[in-house]
């Protein structure tokens, strides 16, 4: 089935992509990542969104390459979750140290307290971590890498420094397991066993033997150099390529039958193997469970009619009343046991594989296959196995892009090899408290014949057959190889809804939901179809514009008490994204295009931009339509501790789940968890209200003085409106403009009174100078001798010529003064005119 939405598309979380910056800008980068390290602990404590945390405000880039090696690395993992304390553990490689934040689910988003913990190691770490996991009571961190592994003792602080917490660190496995002489052993996985929170299993292989392949459980309670349990696989591998073929990865087996004490290998070639039985010493179980098993092995393996199918039960029946004494007390009901030490001796593990799927013909044929089908698929890169109900179901990621999606088709069962005895270690009382053996395929067990015919003989239970596997789905989701190499892949299971899938890959996260489960559909739906698997991209970090794509650092997903999933990862830029997913409803897209700017903006402030939602349109419509059919006869006669009861009890709780749990927990989040918000949205009112009573009594106070300002408006208005009437009644209002005429006759006595005016004036001052000069010279001359006088010529007028003169001068004079008494005449006639003009 090819994917609906190719990774080209935008769809769901878009993450844009970063270019790489030269060495100078890492260099600058690393500084100010150093020097901005006191701002992580906070000193208020308040609530802020997960984003915009201090841990994750500042950027910094990193690229984390798959070296070109036949054993892949560990997974790389630096996010860990702990539902019971509520904390998110995220580790910097940077600085090498541990983020504690503290979570809490606020309906429609996940905040963290702003005060947090900063943890640092008790040792050095020397090399670099890939991979941190939590055990189930969230004391003792994992922290693995490539050669060495270390647990984090969280509640055991030995010192505080400069603000961060000092933990105790302690080395597992040391230089026995995993250093031989000059070199180390490849660690390609490390886990937490799902029944024991001490203890820890470890895959690795030698680079030298590469089907030497070490399986060790470490229980950290007893002893953290010397492994509890050493398993070396042996595979014969048929393929023609078995060179090339190395581990990938291992899972431990679900909660169903002799599921929960198998461990489940996956091979570069896509072929699967098992080992049956494992158990921790020490580890719980519970006791119903433990007792189903007995009844079944009793039941389908000492009455059968074959000989092996009665040896092979009674030696797992041996091995569970040893394992499990309280088996022999058959009053004990309900309550959980402890797993005793117990090895059978001259026996060894089967490594039983490979899993076969339906419709082949030979276990050489099946070879053929697998070798044309991988030519084509590439390598396998990722594992996951997880139960369902009554279904296993194994997924396997490929280099091509495929994923594969089978479920067994049988009941898995213990197998043994006989004539090969394991290596044992016991105390100074005999009680075994170490083991060691080879796990050998047999050839026998494994060339089953015809599946087919297998799965339909009545006797085949107990025949040490290994279990087939059933094809659900081949999903192609077109992943470019660029995608699969530059960033591990994960596959994890949604922590609600077991059906959905979560594939984590360079290229983003894609939601698988599995809508057709074999046995368990069949128990609970008598007429269940097959149905294909929806494939729903959630988040997407390919670049369309540089056909570019990163992976993630980090990948956790977490469940609140409303019946909702949560997903949290953290990009190679140390960028956090949060997503909610409800039930089986499909993701909605939430697209980011473009850089993302490195800030963010402050939670008061985007609180504070819209409306407080008191209650959503979705609660208002009520519980969903999800039709609920009648329980039938069959099904109420069934006992409710059966594996049929208790798929018929998953599928109606699935559908009472989806109806009115969940409506119900979204109403108790808005009744109880929003009254903090309606609280203060009321004192928020309340205070307005104040201020705006306040306001009021203001205002009456001041109403009398306000009353007599407009009192006095009103009267000065009035006397303005009498002044207007009284000008208004003036003659100089009723006056007409002037005429063209009227106009021309201004101008020109402006014209006379500014120029001709000037020039007469100038004109009589010349004469009355000339006037002047002459009289000065007339009366000298009367007082001259004419001695003096004689023999000069004659310069000056008579009195005869003179008097005309003066005369002529004082009628010039005269007509002046009268002239410019008319002027003044004029001018004050003009100005009294142009003052009643502007009246």
């Known amino acids: 089935m090819e994917r609906r939405n190719p990774p080209q598309v935008s769809a769901g979380l878009h993450i844009s992509l970063r270019d790489e910056d030269d060495l100078e800008e890492e260099e600058e980068e690393e500084e100010e990542y150093d020097n901005n390290e006191s701002e992580l602990v906070v000193v208020d404590d308040e609530w802020v969104p997960l984003q915009s945390h201090?841990?994750?405000?500042?950027?910094?880039?990193?690229?984390?390459?798959?070296?070109?090696?036949?054993?892949?690395?560990?997974?790389?993992?630096?996010?860990?979750?702990?539902?019971?304390?509520?904390?998110?553990?995220?580790?910097?490689?940077?600085?090498?140290?541990?983020?504690?934040?503290?979570?809490?689910?606020?309906?429609?988003?996940?905040?963290?307290?702003?005060?947090?913990?900063?943890?640092?190691?008790?040792?050095?770490?020397?090399?670099?971590?890939?991979?941190?996991?939590?055990?189930?009571?969230?004391?003792?961190?994992?922290?693995?890498?490539?050669?060495?592994?270390?647990v984090m003792y969280l509640h055991e602080r030995s010192s505080i420094?400069?603000?961060?917490?000092?933990?105790?660190?302690?080395?597992?496995?040391?230089?026995?397991?995993?250093?031989?002489?000059?070199?180390?052993?490849?660690?390609?996985?490390?886990?937490?066993?799902?029944?024991?929170?001490?203890?820890?299993?470890?895959?690795?292989?030698?680079?030298?033997?590469?089907?030497?392949?070490?399986?060790?459980?470490?229980?950290?309670?007893?002893?953290?150099?010397?492994?509890?349990?050493?398993?070396?696989?042996?595979?014969?591998?048929?393929?023609?390529?078995?060179?090339?073929?190395?581990?990938?990865?291992?899972?431990?087996?679900?909660?169903?039958?002799?599921?929960?004490?198998?461990?489940?290998?996956?091979?570069?070639?896509?072929s699967i193997y098992v080992l049956c039985p494992i158990v921790p010493f020490g580890s719980i179980y519970s006791l119903a469970s433990i007792q189903e098993i007995y009844k079944d092995a009793h039941l389908f393996g000492l009455r059968s009619s074959n000989s092996k199918a009665v040896n092979n039960a009674s030696l797992a029946l041996n091995w569970l009343e040893s394992?499990?004494?309280?088996?022999?007390?058959?009053?004990?009901?309900?309550?959980?046991?402890?797993?005793?030490?117990?090895?059978?001796?001259?026996?060894?593990?089967?490594?039983?594989?490979p899993l076969c799927r339906l419709c082949s013909e030979t276990s050489d044929g099946v070879s053929e296959q697998n070798d044309a089908q991988q030519a084509g698929r590439g390598q396998a890169l990722a594992f996951f196995c997880n139960t369902i109900l009554k279904d296993t179901?194994?997924?396997?990621?490929?280099?091509?892009?495929?994923?594969?999606?089978?479920?067994?088709?049988?009941?898995?069962?213990?197998?043994?090899?006989?004539?090969?005895?394991?290596?044992?270690?016991?105390?100074d009382f005999g009680c075994v408290i170490g083991v060691a053996m080879i796990c050998e395929q047999n050839l026998q067990q494994s060339d089953n014949g015809k599946i087919d015919q297998l799965i339909q003989a009545v006797d085949a239970a107990w025949m040490g057959?290994?279990?087939?596997?059933?094809?659900?789905?081949?999903?192609?989701?077109?992943?470019?190889?660029?995608?699969?190499?530059?960033?591990?892949?994960?596959?994890?299971?949604?922590?609600?809804?077991?059906?959905?899938?979560?594939?984590?890959?360079?290229?983003?996260?894609?939601?698988?939901?599995?809508?057709?489960?074999?046995?368990?559909?069949?128990?609970?739906?008598?007429?269940?179809?097959?149905?294909?698997?929806?494939?729903?991209?959630?988040?997407?970090?390919?670049?369309?514009?540089?056909?570019?794509?990163?992976?993630?650092?980090?990948?956790?997903?977490?469940?609140?008490?409303?019946?909702?999933?949560?997903?949290?990862?953290?990009?190679?830029?140390?960028?956090?994204f949060v997503i909610k997913v409800s039930g089986m409803d499909l993701v909605e897209p939430f697209l980011i295009e473009g850089e993302r700017d490195l800030e963010f903006t402050d939670h008061k402030e985007s609180s504070e931009t819209g409306p407080l939602e008191i209650m959503s349109k979705e609660l208002l419509k009520g519980p969903k339509d999800v039709p609920i059919p009648m329980?039938?006869?069959?099904?109420?006669?069934?006992?409710?501790?059966?594996?049929?009861?208790?798929?018929?009890?998953?599928?109606?709780?699935?559908?009472?789940?989806?109806?009115?749990?969940e409506y119900a927990h979204k109403v108790y989040v808005s009744l109880k968890y929003h009254g903090a918000h309606l609280k203060k949205a009321t004192d928020d009112q309340q205070a307005r209200l104040k201020e705006v009573h306040q306001k009021l009594v203001t205002i009456e106070e001041s109403h009398s003085r306000f009353k007599n300002q407009l009192k006095e408006a009103f009267e000065t208005s009035r006397q303005l409106e009498v002044r207007l009437q009284r000008f208004r009644s003036l003659p100089g209002v009723m006056w007409k403009p002037l005429t063209n005429a009227e106009k021309e006759f201004k101008a020109e006595i402006e014209r006379f009174t500014h120029q001709e005016l000037d020039e007469l004036r100038s004109s009589v001052e010349a004469l009355e100078a000339r006037l002047h000069r002459y009289l000065q010279p007339s009366q000298a001359s009367m007082t001259y001798s004419p001695k003096q006088t004689a023999g000069r010529r004659k310069a000056h007028a008579s009195n005869a010529q003179v008097l005309p003169l003066k005369t002529l001068v004082e009628r010039l004079s005269q007509v002046s003064i009268e002239n410019s008494k008319k002027v003044e005449l004029i001018e004050g006639a003009l100005q009294k005119r142009e003052g009643q003009e502007q009246t």
């Open 54 to 150: 201090p841990a994750f405000s500042r950027r910094w880039r990193s690229t984390f390459t798959s070296p070109h090696s036949p054993f892949r690395q560990l997974p790389l993992n630096y996010m860990a979750w702990d539902s019971n304390s509520q904390h998110l553990y995220v580790w910097d490689p940077k600085k090498r140290h541990l983020f504690c934040l503290t979570l809490r689910f606020s309906g429609h988003s996940i905040e963290a307290a702003s005060k947090s913990k900063i943890l640092h190691a008790s040792i050095d770490l020397g090399s670099m971590v890939r991979y941190i996991s939590l055990n189930r009571t969230g004391d003792l961190l994992l922290l693995a890498g490539s050669q060495k592994l270390f």
């Open 161 to 270: 420094e400069d603000g961060s917490l000092v933990c105790r660190t302690i080395t597992v496995g040391g230089s026995r397991i995993f250093v031989h002489g000059n070199s180390f052993t490849q660690i390609l996985q490390a886990s937490w066993h799902p029944c024991s929170d001490t203890h820890l299993g470890v895959l690795s292989s030698d680079s030298l033997f590469r089907y030497s392949l070490l399986v060790v459980l470490f229980d950290l309670s007893t002893d953290l150099e010397q492994p509890e349990q050493e398993f070396y696989l042996q595979a014969m591998q048929c393929s023609k390529n078995a060179l090339l073929i190395c581990l990938v990865a291992f899972s431990f087996g679900g909660e169903h039958l002799w599921d929960r004490f198998a461990i489940f290998f996956l091979f570069s070639d896509g």
């Open 323 to 353: 394992t499990f004494p309280e088996l022999a007390n058959k009053s004990l009901e309900g309550g959980v046991v402890k797993a005793h030490p117990y090895v059978p001796i001259g026996t060894s593990l089967s490594l039983q594989g």
């Open 393 to 427: 179901i194994i997924a396997t990621a490929w280099s091509s892009g495929l994923l594969e999606i089978d479920a067994l088709a049988d009941e898995l069962q213990p197998v043994w090899n006989y004539g090969s005895s394991p290596r044992l270690r016991v105390d």
């Open 465 to 576: 057959y290994t279990p087939p596997l059933f094809r659900l789905a081949i999903l192609d989701l077109s992943l470019m190889s660029n995608m699969l190499n530059e960033s591990p892949l994960l596959l994890v299971s949604d922590p609600l809804i077991l059906e959905r899938i979560y594939y984590v890959h360079g290229g983003g996260v894609d939601s698988i939901i599995l809508h057709f489960l074999p046995f368990s559909d069949q128990v609970a739906r008598k007429d269940a179809t097959a149905k294909a698997p929806t494939v729903t991209p959630i988040i997407s970090t390919f670049s369309s514009e540089t056909y570019t794509s990163s992976g993630f650092l980090g990948f956790v997903t977490l469940a609140d008490a409303f019946g909702n999933s949560w997903i949290l990862s953290c990009t190679y830029s140390f960028e956090c």
């Open 631 to 661: 329980v039938s006869a069959s099904l109420r006669s069934l006992p409710a501790d059966s594996i049929e009861g208790r798929a018929a009890l998953h599928h109606y709780f699935k559908l009472f789940h989806e109806k009115y749990v």
